[in-house]
Nanobody
Framework: QVQLVESGGGLVQTGESLRLSCAAS?????MGWFRQAPGKEREFVAA????????RYADSVKGRFTISRDSAKNTVHLQMNSLRPEDTAVYYC?????????????????????WGQGTQVTVSS
C-alpha cells in the first residue's frame, strides 16, 4: 500500500503562486494531481511518470502549473502560478505503479489506486 501525504495548500489572491507537495512512501510510483471544486466532479490537473519524468497537463493549467519530481525524497511538487479564482478547489495527490502514459487513461481517477487526503487551495478575486 502506497502512502501519500500532501502539503502546501492555502489562501492566495488572484495572480499569486502556491506550491503543493506530495510525499510518497515508495519511489516507483507515477503521480497525478486532481482537484475538486464544490458541486463538481474531480478533474485531472497534471501527472508525471516515475520512469523518465514525462509530464501531462490539463488544458486549463498549461503554461501556469508545473509538475516536477524530487526522486531523492520520493516527492512530487505542483508549482501553481498566475492563480485564478476558478482554480479554487481541494487538490488531491494520486499515485499508481504504471510507468507509461500510453498504457493508461492518466486523466481518469480510476487509473490511480492510491490517494492523499487532499489540501484546500482558495484563490480570492
Amino acid at each position: 500500500q502506497v502512502q501519500l501525504v500532501e502539503s502546501g495548500g492555502g489562501l492566495v489572491q488572484t495572480g499569486e503562486s502556491l506550491r503543493l507537495s506530495c510525499a510518497a512512501s515508495e519511489r516507483t510510483v507515477s503521480m497525478g494531481w486532481f482537484r475538486q471544486a464544490p458541486g463538481k466532479e474531480r478533474e485531472f490537473v497534471a501527472a508525471i511518470t516515475w520512469t523518465i519524468d514525462i509530464t501531462r497537463y490539463a488544458d486549463s493549467v498549461k503554461g501556469r502549473f508545473t509538475i516536477s519530481r524530487d526522486s531523492a525524497k520520493n516527492t512530487v511538487h505542483l508549482q501553481m502560478n498566475s492563480l485564478r479564482p476558478e482554480d479554487t478547489a481541494v487538490y488531491y495527490c494520486a499515485g499508481a505503479r504504471w510507468g507509461r502514459f500510453d498504457s493508461v487513461n492518466y486523466a481518469n481517477t480510476g487509473s490511480y489506486p492510491y490517494w492523499g487526503q487532499g489540501t484546500q487551495v482558495t484563490v480570492s478575486s
